[in-house]
């Protein structure tokens, strides 16, 4: 959902700060990870793109003991660590979405790996890459009067084609997706590979050096020309 830059704590749109539980037969331990992918309880048991969490203890023994599986069932309090929503289709209580690939075992060792290696200078290569390619997109895009604003957490950021704060998923909808999608393919022509999505966030590498940033330079460049050309011409 891309890199936002909250003005308030965000608001989930469910009025309840808990305690959850989540039902299961499995075996969990503390700081265990909950991800969706998995055979749902319900109906056809098909894939369930959630995981289901409740506010109430009845329900979460409802979960347990439908759950598919060997052993007695468990009931587990569970902590959300992103935004929830109802769904009345299903529960009629909070639901939590989390992140596809927090809990694949190949992602999380690879990961893990990869922030053993880390050092003090390689976190501030990665800053300094960041300070250089959101200087580059503003550049480009300013150069060719783009509207745009870039969202920044250490070097995590993301560039969102509108002219007014993004805080939000509500305020990231106002921007201009379109000219998003021309600067995204006229950037992968010229050799950039960029998130394909207008709501996601840009990452970078420690492997970004000078070469690479003078190809990243004329490729945003082609981008915001192409983004602000086909604009006038509509």
Known sequence: MGVWMEQQPLQSG???SGPFYHGSKAHLTTGDVLVPGYSS???EQKKANFVYLTATLD???WGAELAVGEGPGR???VEPTGAQENDPNLTDGPVYQAGTLSGNPAAATAG???LRLLDADAYAT???VADRVTALAASALDAVAVPHV???AGNLFSVFFTADPVVDIQSARTQDTKAYARFFHAALDAGLWLPPSAFEAWFVSTSHGEEELAHI???LEAGASAARTQAVDQ
């Open 150 to 152: 870039i969202n920044r």
């Open 112 to 114: 893990l790996a990869t």
């Open 41 to 43: 309880n319900f109906g």
């Open 14 to 16: 469910v009025e309840d």
């Open 59 to 61: 329900a979460a023994i």
């Open 126 to 128: 990665l800053d300094a």
């Open 217 to 219: 330079a004329t490729a």
């Open 75 to 77: 009931i587990y309090q």
